[in-house]
């Protein structure tokens, strides 16, 4: 796996999304994802993305429990913001300077690190002006306890304000051949003039772009997806022709639509001028190899053409969220 630079933090050209090892997607094996972690640090995807809320708490226990005596093969990330009680009901967005120190402290404990490589801002608290947040994030950055900061789903003006308290190293958004906003709304542009990396979340679309999902019944009964608009009535079949498309190109080439997905984010670094680097979710090492493969994936300019025609801007049906307020701020 060769690697890309995210402003001043080097990392794999392909991350590892943890989430889903402990909430949102039905069915958890925590023996499981361990094996799956330790496979993607054997194969060199050692950018390992999760956060406090995802669980809540549990999946960073899991990612320390996975990086015990491996801590120098990983480079971790993960965030605050959305905050959470220990019964996972949502306390709300949480972006006040003190919560930050309080927030980054507890993370340390639960991954059984001295520091965070890159902690992310998770949504923006509009209720705290964007630099009085920052200007914590600063704080943790001078005390040792972060390497890096990023923000997560940040409109260009927040990230323009965030950056000029302290630099930005990385903006994570939803980024995939079936959510192009990024492209639309600034961000990405934002973050070619400012040097800032990008790392795009849901790169697979949720796992629809797979081509594994045929019908919403495929998903376990407490799978968050059966609430998202994308997965839901017409706006599901819809979105299944954008990935037969998809999935026809990807058999001419002799990989699966995931694979082609993949490759169609990383290829993204060369036509955006900034490093795009996607976070694959997984919770299984078989579907870990599969998506690590796609590295070695090369698209021509004609591949790059045809997946546009098949998967253009807004083509995907239904919003993102079933709530779309706390995003873009």
Known sequence: MHNQTLRDLTVSAQGLGCMGMSDFYGNRDED??????????????TFLDTA??????????????????????????????????????????????????????????????????????????????IEETWGAMAELVQAGKIRHAGISEAAPETIRRAHAVQPITAVQTEYSLWTRDPEEDGVLATCAELGIGFVAYSPLGRGFLSGQIRSVDDLAPDDFRRHNPRFQGEAFEQNLRLVERVREIAEEKGVTAGQLA????????????????????????????????AADLALSDDDLRRLDEAAPAGAAVGDRYPDMSTVHR
Request: hydrophobic letters at 40%; one cysteine or more; glycine letters at 10%.
């Open 262 to 293: 993949l490759a169609w984010v990383m290829a993204q670094s060369g036509r955006h001028g900034v490093a795009v680097v996607p976070i694959p979710g997984t919770k299984r090492v078989s579907y870990l190899e599969e998506n690590a493969a």
């Open 32 to 45: 499981e994802a361990v094996r799956t972690i330790h496979r993607a640090l054997d194969l060199g995807v």
């Open 52 to 129: 406090d809320m995802y669980g809540p708490f549990t999946n960073e226990r899991l990612v320390g429990r996975a990086i015990a005596g491996r801590r120098e093969d990983a480079v971790v990330a993960t965030k605050f913001g959305n905050e959470r009680r220990e019964d996972g009901s949502f306390v709300g967005i949480n972006g006040r300077p003190e919560y930050v120190h309080s927030a980054c402290d507890a993370s340390l404990q639960r991954l059984g690190v001295d520091v965070i490589d890159l902690y992310y801002q998770h949504r923006v608290d509009t209720s705290v002006p």
